[in-house]
């Protein structure tokens, strides 16, 4: 099986005989790599040991195996290294720094378990998911996995239960300090209604899931056939989660494929988008008295979440002006807002770890969908792009962790990966 914009970059001669040989080492050695990284699709975080104080769930435990492995590969002569590498690098170290210099040691080995969740499955992806095969059996499973996570979060409401919670919660049952998910019984039922949540820790990380997999699948599927019966299958799981991030997703993804067919002929159609979409938000900004209550009002289902989500924004924010550069660490207020209900990742990284991790993040996204200069982007490219975008946009009312938060890292680090291939070819035709 092929992918859309793949073709033009397989084709083409190895730039030498070495980086043939070391590409061809990944294919034999790297094929267990993909599964390890998105097991967590279909493994729940209960399913964890603590050890020394460490929580390790199977997803941590594969990384912390493959991460010097990908280190290794990424410094083979014949791969090249981005942008995006050192800056990954940079925000391991300054979460670490920051975390230790606000709360101390103890503080500091959490920031460790956050970077490894996050920059470590950056550096895996990059590392393992570079060959246009390598992509194939990652999207194979995003497929699979999905396709299983959906029918799970169907029996969630069918049957009103979260039934692999309550499985895990019987069969593994954790001290109560050592659950910390997130969730509450309000969190369970909207409108009457059993929200699904599935394999994840939150309705909400399980209805933005499924926006990033319809961004990745519809701009790498096939045929018509294909790209709409995933569209509508990733529709149909996200609305079961009753998210309005989910639904934000959703219209971003959709919207952003309507785009590229409408204009897929057009080379400026992206940078006339990200510019429209820079102006936009220079007019709400312009217009409205508070830009950040309009956007939050408007990115919810209902007026009253998005009163109350920015309700936490002027609380937290309160808190983190109080120590901007390093965060306050891994503490705990003694106010539920602080403590339990911070509902957006850029304001939980900057109480953490300050607003200048905050911005890293933010740069280290854009860094890996940089354009490679007189290359078109492919639709796998596209389609990982979008799946950042809808991680950066959504977090304003959204908090990942877990293994959300180590998905992330790996969109990110399949998406530098692409651009790597891609400078590669692009390299190899000026030899």
Excluded at 26 to 32: A, D, E, M
Excluded at 100 to 125: H, I, T
Excluded at 353 to 362: A, E, K, Q, R
Excluded at 407 to 423: D, K, N, P, Y
């Amino acid at each position: 099986m092929s992918y859309p914009g793949y073709a033009l970059l397989a084709g083409q001669p190895r730039i030498r005989a070495t980086a043939a040989g070391f590409h061809s080492t990944i294919l034999q050695r790297g094929s267990l790599a993909v599964p390890l990284l998105l097991m967590g699709i279909v493994l729940p975080s209960g399913l964890q040991v603590l050890i020394a104080g460490a929580k390790l769930t199977p997803t941590r435990i594969c990384l912390l195996v493959l991460l010097l492995p990908a280190v290794a590969r990424l410094l083979q002569p014949s791969r090249r290294l981005l942008l995006s590498d050192g800056l990954a690098g940079t925000l391991a170290l300054a979460m670490v720094a920051a975390a230790g210099y606000a709360a101390g040691p103890q503080s500091a080995f959490s920031a460790v378990a956050e970077a490894l969740d996050f920059v470590g499955a950056y550096f895996v992806a990059r590392a393992f998911v570079l060959e246009p095969s390598a992509v194939q059996q990652f999207i194979r499973l995003i497929k699979a996995f999905t396709a299983i996570a959906i029918c799970v979060a169907l029996v969630d409401v069918l049957t009103g239960h979260w039934i692999v919670r309550e499985i895990m919660a019987t069969l593994m049952p954790q001290p109560e300090a050592f659950v910390d998910d997130g969730t509450s019984s309000a969190d369970g039922v909207r409108a009457g209604l059993r929200r699904a949540i599935s394999t994840f820790d939150h309705p909400i990380l399980y209805g933005v899931f499924c926006s990033l997999t319809a961004a990745i699948v519809l701009f790498s599927a096939t045929s018509a056939i294909k790209r709409l019966s995933w569209a509508c299958l990733c529709l149909f799981g996200g609305l079961l989660s009753l998210s309005s991030a989910a639904v934000l997703g959703m219209v971003v993804v959709m919207s952003s494929y309507a785009y590229e067919r409408l204009l897929r002929r057009c080379p400026w159609r992206w940078p006339l988008l990200w510019t429209g979409a820079g102006m936009f938000l220079l007019a709400v900004t312009a217009v409205t008295n508070n830009p950040l209550s309009w956007l939050l009002s408007h990115a919810t289902l209902e007026p009253q979440t998005g009163f109350y989500r920015l309700m936490i924004w002027d609380a937290v924010s309160a808190q983190v002006w109080q120590s901007p550069l390093t965060g306050a660490g891994f503490v705990t207020f003694g106010y539920y807002l602080l403590d339990r209900t911070v509902d957006s990742v850029w304001l939980v990284t900057s109480l953490h770890y300050g607003v200048p991790v905050t911005i890293l993040l933010i740069v280290l996204n854009l860094s890996a969908v940089l354009p490679v200069p007189g290359r078109r982007p492919s639709g796998i490219q596209t389609g990982f792009t979008i799946a950042c975008m809808v991680f950066l946009f959504t977090g304003l009312t959204v908090h990942f962790w877990n293994y959300m938060w180590t998905f992330w890292g790996v969109c990110i680090g399949v998406r530098a990966s692409l651009r790597e291939w891609q400078m590669l070819g692009a390299q190899d035709e000026r030899v």
